[in-house]
């Protein structure tokens, strides 16, 4: 059974229970794919997307949102071959102030050894990771 992709507004609505009637809606999956009837997914644009609504519009805490989001993908019926890096990624943007993005990076390039080429001084101040400026790369 392939997983089914959630977009920012579905994940939003169950997060932010608005509107209450939309939010039943993807409670009611949430329940499904947790006894196993559906796989859900959640992929890393959509999660940089709803981090950004919830802790610029909805004004909730960066650690608070990624502690929310990353309980969610991993409830059994989540599925994901990045999974180990979003959660990842979602801890470091919780416990710092780079965007998620940025943490993305970090996690992808600490898991497996890619080194990643940015500018980004705070980036390279990550333990775990290999910061290149373009010009050190050749």
Same mark, same amino acid.
């Given at each position: 059974?392939? =997983?089914?992709?959630? +977009?920012?507004?579905?994940?939003?609505?169950? &997060?932010?229970?608005?509107?209450?009637?939309?939010?039943?809606? *993807?409670?009611?999956?949430?329940?499904?794919?947790?006894?196993?009837? *559906?796989?859900?997914?959640?992929?890393?644009?959509?999660?940089?997307?709803?981090?950004?609504?919830?802790?610029?519009? %909805?004004?909730?805490?960066?650690? #608070?949102?990624? @502690?929310?989001?990353?309980?969610? &993908?991993?409830?059994?019926? /989540?599925?994901?071959?990045?999974?180990?890096?979003?959660?990842?990624?979602?801890?470091? /943007?919780?416990?710092?102030?780079? @965007? /998620?993005? @940025?943490? %993305?990076?970090?996690?992808?390039?600490?898991? +497996?050894?890619?080194?990643?080429?940015?500018? @980004?001084?705070?980036?390279? #101040?990550?333990?775990?990771?290999? *910061?290149? #400026? =373009?010009?050190?790369?050749?």
């Amino acid at each position: 059974m392939k =997983p089914l992709l959630l +977009d920012t507004h579905a994940l939003l609505r169950f &997060i932010t229970g608005e509107p209450a009637d939309q939010a039943a809606e *993807v409670a009611k999956l949430m329940s499904a794919a947790d006894a196993g009837q *559906v796989k859900l997914a959640v992929l890393p644009m959509v999660l940089a997307e709803a981090l950004f609504v919830l802790t610029g519009f %909805y004004e909730h805490s960066r650690l #608070k949102v990624a @502690d929310v989001l990353s309980h969610l &993908i991993s409830s059994p019926g /989540f599925h994901s071959e990045e999974q180990e890096w979003l959660l990842q990624a979602l801890h470091l /943007f919780g416990s710092g102030k780079l @965007d /998620f993005v @940025d943490c %993305y990076l970090a996690a992808a390039s600490g898991r +497996d050894g890619r080194t990643v080429v940015s500018f @980004d001084r705070a980036l390279a #101040k990550l333990t775990g990771n290999t *910061v290149r #400026k =373009p010009g050190e790369c050749c």
